[in-house]
Every structure is written in C-alpha cells, then in structure tokens.
C-alpha cells in the first residue's frame, strides 16, 4: 500500500529528503570545483609567480604605434618647400617619474627651460595617454644633449628620442600657402582617426599643409616591443610597415615667390600668379608673412602675441582673405560686358568733365583726374586712361543685374575653390543682396560705384588673379589650384564658360589692355621700358576712406593707414598668355608700385637667363 | 521536522525574536544580505583600481548597486506561491521575446542582445536567466519525483528552447547560464545518476558536432587559444596572456591596492568588466582570491541551506537552481580569466562592472529571501 503510493502520487517528505541529498551532492560539487579554482590560482601565484612577475616587470610587450612618415612638398622644379629633419627632442614618461617636480626642476637647471616651456609642458602632461611619452623639448642641440646624457641615469622616465619634425627651408615666403602643421589640439583629436593618428603630434594647420593633410599623413604601421620596466625598447619583435604620406608636387615656382616676395618687400600687400593655360598658382604671397617653424614645436606664446598683435597683421593671409574694393580692375570686364549686351559699340563716346550726374540728381560723381579726361571719350581709351566718367555712365546703363550676372562668372562673389583654407568669396552686390543684408531697395547711384569697382563690392586678390586670366583666356574660367599633382594623380581643374562674347568685342577689350602699359597715354606705360614681351594689364587705386562730395582727396592730410591701395592684374606676353597676375599693395596710392611687383613676376617667368623671352611655343612643341 | 531544527542551529538566524520578526517583516534574509553587501562593497574598490581610478565609473555602478538591491527587495516581498502559479505564463512571454530579439533586436558588439520598446532597452535574454529555474521548476514541483524518462525529456525542452535562442544571438555565455539553471532543477529534482552520466556522454558526443556545424569562428578561436594561448599572442591569445600574467604576478600578497600595473598598463583588456578578477588577483594576490571565494561560499551554502528549509518542491528547486546557477558564474568566470575554460562573456557576479546582469542577480537574490522567509512565517 505505501509503495503503491510511493510511486503514484507525490510524496512531500521523500522529495524534501530526495532534495537535502542532492544539495550535499551539489555542496560537495561546488567546493571540489572551487578547490581546482584555488589551485589553479595557486599554480599561477604561487607556483609561477617568478615566471609572471618576470612577465610582468621586465618584459612588457607594447604594441607600439609607427608614425608614417609625412609626405613632401616640392616646388615645380622639383625643390623641397617642406621637408621633414631628424631632431633629438626630449620626452618623459610621467608613471616612471618617481617625483615629477624634482625632475622638471633638475631638467631645467640643466637646459634652462623657461617657466613658459615648463607650463606648455604641464598642459600637454594633463593630457596625455598612460605611459606615452611627453615631449618637454623638441630639437636638443649637441651641447644640451651632453649635458642631459650624462645625468640620464639619474632620471628615470626622460628619454631622448629621435623624431621627425616638419621644417620649412623658406622660412616665412611661403608661410601663407604652405601652412605649417602644429600640436593637434582638442578640437583636432575628437575629429581624427585616434589609431591613425597614435604616434603623431602634428597635424596641419593651415594652407597646402591642412587642405592635404589625409594625404600627407599617411597610415600608421606598428610594432611589437619588449621593453623594460624603464620602457626602454630592448628588441623589435615584428613590425607593420607604416604607409608613408604622399609627396606633393606643387604649381608653385619658387623663383617666382621669390621674386614677388622680395619685391612686396615686407609691405602689407599679396601677389598672385597663375598659369593661364592651366590655373595653377605659379606663385601666392602675402606680406608681412611670419616663419612657419615657429608653429611646428608650440610657438612660444611671446612670439605668438607680437606675431597675433602686429598692426600689420602678418597672420592675416591677404592673398586669400583679404578683400578688397577691385576699383578700376573691374574696368576691362565691364567694358567687355558693354560690348557683349550692345549697350556700347567700340565707337560709342561718352562726354568727359571730369564728373558724371545721374538725370534728375544733384549728386556729382568725380573722376579721378578733376580736369577729364577728353572731350569725349570711347571704351578703348576709358580702359587705357582708366577713366571713371565713361564707366558710370556704361555701369548706369547696363544696371547691376546685367553687372551682377557678367562679373559672377569671371569669379566674384564667390571664393574661386582654390585648394587652400580659409578662403573668403568676396562681395559682389546685387538686388537680392541689398534686401537680404540691409532690407532696402537697389538705388542706381549705387550701381556707379560698382562701375569703378568700389561700394559696395569687394574681392580677394585671388579673385582678381583667377578673373584677369580668364580675360586672357578669352573667356574661359579655371579654377585655380595649388596642388600639381600627387604620386600619379594629377588633379583636373574645373573649367567653364564665362559669357561668349564674340571675337571683334575681345580684341578692343584686349587691346585697350595692352596699350594701358604699351599705349601713349596708359596708366601703367613705365613698364614698357625694357620690355622683351607685350603685357596687357589694368591699374587700380581702392579708396580706402570715403571722400565727402566737393573734397578733394589729400593724401598728406590722411593717416598712412587711410591712403589708397594699388592694385595691378594682368597678362603676358599680350598676344599669347602664360602667366597672370593680380597684385594688391596696401596703402601705397601708386598703382604704379604694384604694377613693377607684376613686371617682376612676370619677367622671372618668361625670360631665360640671357633676359630673352622663352620660346614657350617651341617648349609645347617638345612637351608634345 | 528536520526542517525546523535546521532552523534553529542556523548561523544569524536570529537570537532575538524582535529582530528576527523585524527581518521577516521586511522579507530579508540577514545572513545572505550582510555577505551580499561586503563583496559588492569590495567590488567597488576592486573596480575604481580597475578603471583606472575613475570616480565617475564607481559612481555609477554604486547607482546600478542601488537599483540593483532596491529590484531585490521588491522581489523577496513576492509571495512564493504566486511566483510559482504565474512562471508558466511568464516563461512563454520570455521564449516570445527571445524570438523577437531575433527578428527585431538591436544590435551591440556584434551580436543581437537588446529589445527596443518604446524608449525602453533590455535583454530578453538577462530576464530569462530568472524565469528559466522558476519554469522548470513549476513543471517538475507538479509531477512525480524523481522524474521519470518523459518528465526528464519535457524539462530539457523547457530548458533548451530559450537556450538555443540565445545561443542564436549569439550569446554563448548567457546560454550557458541559462540552460544551466534549467538543468540544476532537474537535478535537484532527483534525476538519476544514469541520466547524468548519460548527459556528459552526450555532450562528449555533440562537442565535435557542436564545433563543427554550430559554433562561431570566434568562438571557435576562443576554445583553441584555452590550449594555446601563445598560438595567437596578440590576438585571441592577448587577453589571456595578460590575465594569466596579471595573476600570477600577484603572487601570495598581492601588489597593493591600486598597484597592478597590467591594468594600469592598459595592457589587461576588459579590465573592469569581465576580467576583474585579474585587477583583485594582482593586487590583493591569493589572499585575496581566496577570501572571495571563501564568502561566495558562505552565499552558496546560504542558498543551499534556505532550498533545504523551504517547505515547497518549487521552492526547493528555484532556491537550489539560482544557488547553483550563481556557482556556475564564478567558476566559469574564475576559470575562464585564469586559462582553465574557454572565454565566455560571463561576469564576475557582484565584482565586475555592469548594470543588466547586476540587476538580474539580485532579483535573483530576491527570490531567495522570498523562499526563506516564507517558510520561516510558516514553521512559527
């Protein structure tokens, strides 16, 4: 009877004995399992703990990062514009560092480190990855490394490696264009690729330097060390090759540079030269420029402030970021697009005074020269002469938006694309802009200033460079570029159309450009003197200050800063382009000084050593 | 009987009946919570080592500990019977969210763990880790023990489906914690040793199945680096290089607290997650490591110990099925950072840092009191 129930119906105590069994059972389980656990840890702790503590201290294995070497710069011709030097720089490890104060004390009794180098060191310190090593001075000399050789023993966790550092042969002539690469700061870390970037200090900052930084940097490679328990490398166990930078090869010409660097000669001032058949920037200044390897160790901050406070604002890349009214350069296009829209024939004549009055306004509009400058006067000669009345009446009668349309496809308004940063578009009014920015109306008076290049509009000297070789061109607008090419890769440049305006309307355009230096009564005739080859130009002078109705402009009686700025473009040789040019000096009045700047670049360009123009037809003939 | 004199010879089981009432009042099992409380306080300073002194981390885990002990206070109110009459249906609800993580989970790491509702985030499979002792156990309290042959095969459907599921996700660890627990009631239960020992033939059976048909590359990877871990240096073989070197450099004392230098090398990965125990065993060394497992075997013998006083079968096996399933974590944990098992992603319970699994283990904690207090209402 009870083992009938035992088997068919549940039986609360058996399975509660049934349970106690099993849970000794299970006990015994576990502590003979945790008792193989015990011992396990036994064998690694105890047993071999010689072994690990070994393992541990003396032998770490890192997997070190390898930075890839950073591409090249190279002008044209092949001649390095940024190189990277082997430097001896010194770097500790703050978890070696048994007390970091001492240590920084004793280093700088040693090199004399200044409390601001001791400071810079201190933020890059709060900062860093565990066990990396921080930097406290790049670029030891002979006699610094001696010294500190001979006490390293005495101070564990300083190093002195050998690193690569970035340096720039010219110093400060292509500071604004090239850049320069400095410590990747916060803002930069959060952006890169870490593991990429593991091993690197510098990125670019600025120009050629940032725009390619991807391809300058390169890959990271890595390699697996066994260290000390200094972090002393012993031996390299296998390695991953980094991938080197790519090298570039600029449009660059360092002869031409040079030549326009001397001659702005520290004024404030930018020149510009591009190849006209291909865009490539043969040449971009800006002055006063500043020494780019400053920026590659930290820039002291001493060097920073004079460098941030300088009234002349050598910072400032004037090439790219300055903008400037275009004034009279704007003349040969809006004679062109007079001629284009049929508001004028080439024979058209407009009376010249020496002021213009829109009908129905009381308002004089001055020429530059008081007295006029001929009876009457044609599009031909208004370029030659630079004559402002015959441009307000043309600006007048084509309107601004007809303005607005021609001159947005030479370039203005809009940043030309350039491969450099921080580039600015300039400003090229129209309708649409007046409401936006100052809710008003167009009013035509205003379209007359703009017929001389200065209200409202501005544009950078990249503009004027990439717009006046597109008047060599004969209308066709490429986009401007710094980079040559790279490995293989050579880069295309965008072209387009500007307007298609027939072939009779760019010959007087062309003409008239080239008689204002080879004409009787040009603006630019001294540089005709000793010309090998025919120059088309047009000078300019941007009026810095407005001059009030019936004054007279006095440019003794106005602070330096306040004189007119000079600015020249052009192109040579006049009959078959090669180089264009814009240059903008800074409150010198003269275009004149502008224009000797472009003679200077030009002539470097096109004539050999002898002072002869270059076949360039025989040169294309042999490039094929 | 017996069960009521085990009551009395119980270790802090109350001299004062004030006390001991005030405890049942409040559903908590002294014992187990005092022990509870110093590993995770340990764990806590364990983990800002680990970290790399982050502040930060131990704050929030001290959060994930408030929540975690708030969640296993509410469960020890739950009246065990209610618990038993309601898994069946909640065990269904769990299996249906396994298959929707499946079809519609988010997901993580490379495998797909989490379920997205509403702005709601969680681990179907975490919650079946509870759900899975408490359904086996329904099952098995209401049939015949020690179970015969189709009671047995039932159970290890019970157990498998939400097994496979996660494995499927893939979750190799989880799944392992899972069916485990499954398996525990089956043996509380009274299984017959010829079904166990028939079980590890099986097993023998389906490894090479198992590994050929079945198993990820990578967990494939972790099995071969078990055996050779020098095979792959700096790859697979990396964590458990620098596991094994962080313990053994430990030795017998340990290198101090906030002295280990493979974590703070970086060079110890999972430092302050899976592989925490290397942090303890290089810093507090064997001491340390055994004092550990010298107070998770006072909470295993605790939890034994309330299944044998319970008054229920269910009871019985849910309390010895959690016990068991909390033994499996620290040996497979234990075994796994020190090279003795394959690297399965299960945590050091109440050590290492996370919030889910933390969760889960004290609901789990939860049940337990509820079990204990329970009977200990009904032997007055």
């Known amino acids: 009877m009870w083992q009938h129930d035992r088997r068919y119906m549940k039986d609360p105590i058996a399975e509660a004995s049934l349970f106690q069994g099993r849970a000794f059972t299970s006990l015994l389980i576990m502590a003979i399992c945790f008792v193989v656990i015990i011992g396990r840890y036994f064998y690694l702790q105890v047993i071999q703990y010689q072994r690990y503590q070994t393992e541990s201290d003396k032998n770490r294995v890192h997997v070190q990062s390898v930075p890839p070497k950073r591409g090249l710069i190279f002008d044209r011709k092949g001649r390095l514009l940024a190189e990277n030097i082997s430097a001896q720089s010194l770097v500790l490890v703050s978890e070696r560092i048994p007390d970091m104060q001492s240590t920084i004390e004793q280093l700088q009794g040693l090199l004399g480190l200044s409390d601001e180098d001791v400071e810079t060191f201190k933020v890059r310190l709060s900062r860093h990855r565990p066990f990396e090593e921080v930097p406290i001075k790049v670029g030891l000399s002979e006699e610094e490394m001696a010294k500190v050789a001979v006490e390293l023993h005495n101070l564990p966790g300083v190093e002195i490696r050998a690193q690569l550092v970035r340096h720039y042969p010219y110093d400060d002539m292509f500071a604004h264009v090239i850049g320069y690469v400095g410590r990747i700061n916060e803002r930069e870390q959060q952006n890169l690729d870490e593991e990429n970037y593991a091993g690197t200090y510098n990125i670019g900052k600025l120009g050629i330097e940032r725009y390619y930084e991807s391809q300058l940097h390169g890959t990271v490679g890595a390699q697996n060390v066994e260290t000390d328990v200094r972090g002393k490398i012993l031996r390299v166990l296998d390695q991953i090759d ?51 390897n400053l920026f590659v160790n930290g820039i002291s901050s001493k060097n920073y402030s004079a460098l941030r406070d300088s009234p002349d604002l050598p910072l400032f890349n004037r090439s790219l970021q300055g903008q400037y009214p275009p004034a009279s350069t704007v003349k040969p296009i809006l004679g062109l697009a007079g001629l284009h829209f049929g508001t004028i024939t080439p024979q ?41 009345v015959f441009f307000y009446d043309l600006s007048y009668k084509l309107g601004i938006d007809k303005i607005h349309d021609f001159m947005a496809s030479f370039g203005y308004g809009e940043p030309t694309g350039v491969d450099l940063t921080s580039e600015r578009g300039g400003l090229l009014p129209s309708k649409d802009w007046k409401l936006r920015t100052y809710n008003q109306p167009w009013f035509p008076g205003e379209t007359l200033n703009i017929g001389i290049g200065q209200g409202y509009m501005l544009a950078t000297p990249m503009q004027m460079a990439s717009a006046v070789s597109a008047l060599a061109n004969n209308g066709e607008w490429i986009q401007p570029r710094v980079l040559q090419k790279m490995d293989d890769f050579t880069p295309m440049p965008k072209r387009r159309k500007t307007f298609e305006v027939s072939q009779s309307n760019w010959a007087v355009v062309e003409e008239a450009m080239r008689d204002v230096i080879h004409g009787q009564r ?52 006049a009959d078959a382009p090669r180089i264009a040019v814009a240059v903008v000096i800074e409150n010198v009045e003269h275009s004149s000084e502008s224009a000797s700047v472009a003679k200077k670049m030009m002539d470097t360009y096109l004539l050999d050593k002898n002072g002869e123009l270059i076949n360039f037809a025989a040169l294309d003939g042999i490039d094929g | 009987m017996a069960n009521s004199d085990f009551v009395r010879q119980m270790p802090l089981g109350g001299h004062a009946s004030l006390q001991k009432s005030l405890w049942h009042r409040l559903h908590l099992d002294p014992a187990l919570l005092f022990l509870l409380l110093i590993i995770s306080g340990f764990g806590l300073f364990v983990l800002y080592s680990a970290s790399g002194q982050s502040v930060e981390t131990v704050k929030r885990q001290g959060a994930f500990f408030m929540i975690a002990y708030t969640a296993m206070f509410f469960v020890a109110q739950i009246n065990v019977d209610m618990m038993r009459r309601w898994s069946p249906f909640v065990y269904v609800l769990g299996v249906l969210l396994l298959v929707a993580v499946l079809f519609g989970g988010t997901v993580g790491k490379g495998a797909q763990r989490w379920l997205q509702i509403g702005g709601f985030r969680f681990q179907p499979s975490e919650i079946m880790k509870l759900i899975m002792p408490l359904a086996t156990a329904w099952f098995l309290s209401s049939r015949i023990l020690p179970p015969r042959i189709r009671v047995v095969l039932i159970s290890l459907a019970i157990a498998m489906v939400p097994a496979v599921l996660i494995f499927k996700q893939p979750d190799l660890g989880t799944a392992i914690l899972v069916a485990a627990s499954g398996l525990f009631c089956l043996f509380f239960a009274g299984l017959g040793w010829r079904y166990v020992i028939a079980a590890g033939g099986l097993a023998a059976i389906a490894a090479p199945i198992m590994w050929f048909f079945v198993m990820h590359d990578y967990q494939k990877r972790r099995v071969l680096t078990l055996f050779d871990p020098e095979s792959d240096r700096l790859g697979s073989g990396w964590n458990i290089i620098q596991s094994m070197t962080a313990i053994g450099s430990g030795g017998i004392e340990g290198k101090g607290w906030l002295q280990g230098s493979q974590s703070a090398l970086n060079f110890l990965p999972e430092s302050h997650t899976d592989f925490i125990i290397a942090v303890l065993a290089e810093e507090f060394g064997l001491l340390g490591v055994i004092a550990l497992l010298l107070m998770y075997s006072l909470i295993l013998v605790r939890g034994i110990v309330i299944g044998m006083s319970a008054q229920s079968t269910f009871a019985r096996l849910v309390a010895g099925a959690i016990t068991s399933t909390f033994f499996v974590y620290v040996l497979v944990n234990m075994g796994m950072v020190s090279g003795i098992l394959p690297v399965v992603g299960v945590p050091l319970p109440l050590v290492s840092q996370g919030g889910t699994s933390l969760v889960t283990l004290m609901m789990g904690f939860g049940i337990l009191m509820a079990i204990s207090t329970e009977q200990r209402r009904l032997a007055h």
């Open chain 1, 348 to 388: 058209t004549t407009v009376r010249d005074p020496g002021w213009y009055q829109l009908p129905n306004d009381t308002r004089f509009y001055r020429d530059w020269k008081r007295e006029g400058h001929a009876a009457r006067i044609n599009v031909a000669d208004a370029i030659i002469q630079s004559c402002d």
């Open chain 1, 242 to 292: 980094p991938i080197p930078g790519k090298d570039l090869t600029l449009n660059l010409d360092l002869d031409i540079q040079k030549a326009a660097f001397d001659a702005l000669d520290g004024r404030r001032g930018s020149a510009i030269a591009i190849d006209t058949r291909t865009g490539g920037v043969l040449a971009i200044v800006s002055t006063p420029s500043y020494d780019s």
């Open chain 1, 522 to 573: 040009g603006t630019a005739r001294a540089l005709a003197r000793q010309s090998a080859y025919e120059i088309a130009g047009k000078t300019g002078t941007a009026q810095v200050v407005g001059i009030a109705q019936g004054e007279k402009y006095d440019s003794k009686a106005l602070a330096s800063r306040q004189r007119d700025h000079a600015l020249f473009v052009g192109f040579a040789p």
